[in-house]
């Protein structure tokens, strides 16, 4: 089983539909992301949680929520899609020691038409 | 001034070649630094960890210096199997660090 496991890995939606991409890990972290990348910006930071407790905004939280539900899941909600919210999605997670880095899910490849 | 720049790219090699790629950085109290591979539509992946006295993994060589706030990342004897997406990656300082993603850069190893 994966380190890092995302929920759909591809969704075609309509406009104006709520959607929730889901997140589970393995590794015992505390710290969890969600990141979107689109073609020729690189990875944006959505929201963060260091742990069950805690969540953040990121650089682009706008029209984005999230839920940690357990220390193991955090799940992503585009409360009424839009298309320009069509990108790849990252979920990640890390330790408290940032030598390691982060490990990533597969990714959830949304389509909002 | 953004936090992370990367050459823009993209490189196109022959099998073989050597390529490196520079990577800057604007925060000076950053403290870790990474370089990640990214296949086309797959995830990021840690491939090397980047150390202020230079480190090396097989073909690659990664090194920094922090008073020019500069990452580079050598490959030698290219692969086809190396074409992928670099990005540099550096962490803030604290407890409650988080990474900085360059947009990354293209390498496509012809044969």
């Known amino acids: 089983d994966a380190d890092v496991t995302q929920t759909p890995r591809n969704r075609i939606t309509k406009t104006g539909k709520r959607i929730m991409l889901e997140c589970s890990q393995t590794?015992?972290?505390?710290?969890m992301y969600w990141y979107r990348q689109d073609p020729g910006l690189g990875l944006q930071l959505i929201y963060y949680?260091?742990?069950?407790?805690?969540?953040n905004k990121g650089e682009i939280s706008d029209g984005y929520s999230v839920s940690r539900q357990a220390q193991a899941k955090f799940s992503l909600s585009l409360e009424s899609a839009i298309p320009n919210q069509t990108a790849l999605y990252f979920c990640?997670?890390?330790?408290?020691?940032?030598?390691?880095?982060?490990?990533f899910g597969s990714g959830t490849r949304l389509t909002v038409v | 001034r953004k936090e992370v720049e990367q050459d823009p790219g993209p490189f196109n090699v022959p099998e073989g070649a050597t390529v490196a790629f520079n990577c800057t950085y604007s925060?000076?109290?950053?403290?870790?630094f990474f370089w990640y591979r990214q296949d086309c539509r797959k995830e990021p992946k840690l491939l090397m960890s980047?150390?202020?006295s230079g480190n090396e993994d097989g073909r690659f060589t990664a090194q920094l210096n922090r008073a020019s706030q500069y990452i580079s990342l050598l490959i030698r004897d290219s692969k086809l199997s190396d074409s992928a997406t670099y990005l540099c990656?550096?962490?803030?300082?604290?407890?409650?660090?988080?990474?900085?993603f360059g947009k990354g850069t293209l390498l496509t190893v012809n044969p």
């Open positions: 925060n000076s109290a950053s403290q870790s």
């Open positions: 990656v550096v962490t803030s300082g604290g407890s409650n660090y988080k990474l900085t």
């Open positions: 990640a997670t890390s330790g408290s020691d940032r030598s390691y880095g982060y490990t």
């Open positions: 590794k015992g972290h505390d710290r």
């Open positions: 949680s260091f742990d069950v407790k805690d969540i």
């Open positions: 980047v150390y202020s």
